[in-house]
């Protein structure tokens, strides 16, 4: 089961049409939630709380989450307080092209080319983080990484940020003269599917996707 998702929801090889209406719904959801994300007229902490409750909502509910039944009824994704330190934009640069591809198992070969790289400053630091541009018809941008809370309040193998094929997309802006940006919220970071499901297939963060800081934002482990 593959793990390039948006919120925790992947594909299974050989699905019928039932288990794809239901992953098409799934993708509609996440979308709307996070074009709500993208709303700046309602405060941001507003948005945030808001997000995490429809999260938790599609955990107990949805079909294509990776909790088994067992566990779903009371399911309660912990987070960290919101933070705004850690929402940044996040200065865009090219890089040369480096395609490298990941074998899924279940789900075939994916592709993963990285373009370039968000730099941003946070907790008084210099960071930056590529960005992975996913192959395959109409392509997304896929950013995870890793952090000092890693392997002990948050998942071992790394946090996702943004996914666009799945709508996790939190905005950003080209500000004219070829300066591009991306709104990098790290509270709104999250668990992929493989932290709570071994069955779940994920690309994960590479050396380079991991960060000397704590990022105490975003998703804990439960």
């Not at 912990?78 to 395609?99: I, K, L, N, S």
């Not at 709508?167 to 493989?194: I, K, M, W």
Request: aromatic fraction near 10%.
């Amino acid at each position: 089961m593959s793990g390039i998702t948006s919120d925790g929801a992947g594909e299974v090889a050989g699905e019928g049409v039932s288990e794809r209406l239901a992953l098409l719904d799934y993708r509609r959801q996440v979308a709307a939630m996070y074009a709500a994300v993208r709303r700046e007229e309602v405060a941001i902490e507003e948005r945030w709380t808001q997000l995490r409750a429809q999260r938790e909502g599609l955990f107990r509910d949805h079909p294509l989450l990776p909790l088994p039944p067992d566990r779903r009824a009371q399911a309660q994704l912990p987070f960290f307080d919101y933070d705004p330190q850690w929402r940044v934009t996040a200065q865009v640069a090219a890089t040369a092209p480096v395609a490298h591809t990941l074998q899924l198992r279940d789900d075939g070969d994916v592709r993963l080319t990285r373009l370039g790289v968000a730099q941003f400053e946070v907790v008084g630091r210099r960071l930056r983080l590529p960005l992975q541009w996913v192959g395959g018809y109409g392509g997304g941008l896929l950013l995870s990484f890793r952090d000092g809370t890693s392997g002990r309040e948050t998942y071992g193998g790394g946090r996702y940020l943004l996914d666009t094929i799945k709508g996790a997309d939190l905005g950003g802006a080209d500000l004219g003269g070829g300066e591009r940006t991306l709104v990098l919220d790290f509270n709104f970071a999250y668990n992929p599917s493989c932290a709570y499901d071994p069955r779940w297939h994920c690309p994960l963060p590479d050396r380079d996707s991991w960060l000397d800081v704590e990022g105490r934002a975003g998703e804990r482990m439960m």
